[in-house]
């Protein structure tokens, strides 16, 4: 009998031990997979806080140019001004709609949401290539034989140079 009660105990033990040792692994694994996805979130939203501030400086440096080619455009008296006029309308129209959808970047950030913010991130970077290749082309017109039929002022007759 004393055998049966030692069979039945280490029985028991081993039961319990097969049910404790796998839920231990099981809450450790849970642990590090937690932090491991806690810290990859961390990441990622410092990744777009970094990114968000690149595209800030590109914006910036986008209407500067689009600010350029304003003013150039003033001066400006080809056949195809309405058309040109038009691209550069348009442009600036996206960069007007890409400076607002950084605010939506700005909010995923607040709200500690990475990927919102990653696909308006892309989205935004998408527009603003869009207007980089605008804007480019705006700048090869200007800077081409479409120059030509500029008029300056001589300064010394009231004779237009052409």
């Avoid at 319990?16 to 692994?25: K, S």
């Avoid at 007007?96 to 696909?119: H, Q, W």
């Avoid at 869009?130 to 479409?146: A, F, N």
Wanted: charged content about 25%; some cysteine; aromatic content about 6%.
């Amino acid at each position: 009998m004393a055998e049966a009660n030692f069979v039945v105990t280490v029985f028991a033990v081993l039961a319990l031990v097969a049910l404790v040792v796998p839920l231990l692994v099981l809450i450790f694994a849970w642990g590090k997979i937690s932090r491991y996805l806690e810290n990859r979130r961390r990441k990622r939203l410092a990744s777009l806080a970094h990114y968000h501030a690149r595209l800030l400086k590109v914006i910036n440096n986008l209407l500067a140019r689009a600010d350029h080619v304003d003013q150039l455009s003033k001066f400006y008296a080809g056949e195809s001004h309405d058309k040109w006029s038009e691209d550069l309308a348009n442009a600036c129209e996206k960069l007007v709609v890409l400076t607002e959808s950084t605010k939506l970047i700005e909010s995923s950030l607040k709200s500690k949401d990475p990927a919102s913010g990653e696909e308006n991130l892309l989205s935004c970077i998408r527009v603003a290539h869009y207007v980089l290749i605008r804007l480019s082309s705006l700048e090869r017109q200007l800077g081409k034989g479409e120059a030509k039929s500029f008029r300056v002022k001589n300064p010394q007759s009231d004779k237009m140079q052409g």
